[in-house]
């Protein structure tokens, strides 16, 4: 679906809408779309929203560690103002996470 309604628009839908798209499939859980809006449509692993922050701190606080890698992968700003990823995933008890997010440079002391 999401490949038929690029290919309608010739490749021209916004950043702006692409971004909002990958944070709501991050707020929704949703790993393959996730997936395919960075590796396909070329979405910014930085994409921000109301209630996170960043399309990170949603994963964090998902506690779903395979989105979280991919946004990582992807160049997803660990220690980004706007987010607070490793204090949610921490207060949300995903120790799993905070080891991801601790050991790929997330500032402990912010």
Not at 19 to 41: P, W
Not at 48 to 64: H, K, M, P
Not at 65 to 84: H, K, R, S
Request: avoid cysteine; hydrophobic fraction near 45%.
């Amino acid at each position: 679906m999401l490949q038929l309604a690029w290919d309608y628009a010739n490749g021209s839908i916004s950043e702006e809408t692409i971004g909002n798209a990958l944070y709501n499939a991050t707020d929704r859980e949703k790993v393959s779309t996730v997936r395919l809006l960075l590796q396909s449509f070329g979405a910014s692993p930085n994409a921000t929203g109301e209630e996170y922050g960043t399309a990170l701190t949603a994963a964090a606080f998902d506690g779903i560690m395979e989105m979280v890698q991919l946004l990582l992968d992807a160049g997803a700003e660990i220690n980004d103002p706007n987010g607070w990823a490793l204090q949610t995933a921490a207060a949300e008890g995903h120790y799993e996470i905070v080891q991801e997010l601790i050991s790929r440079g997330a500032e402990v002391n912010a």
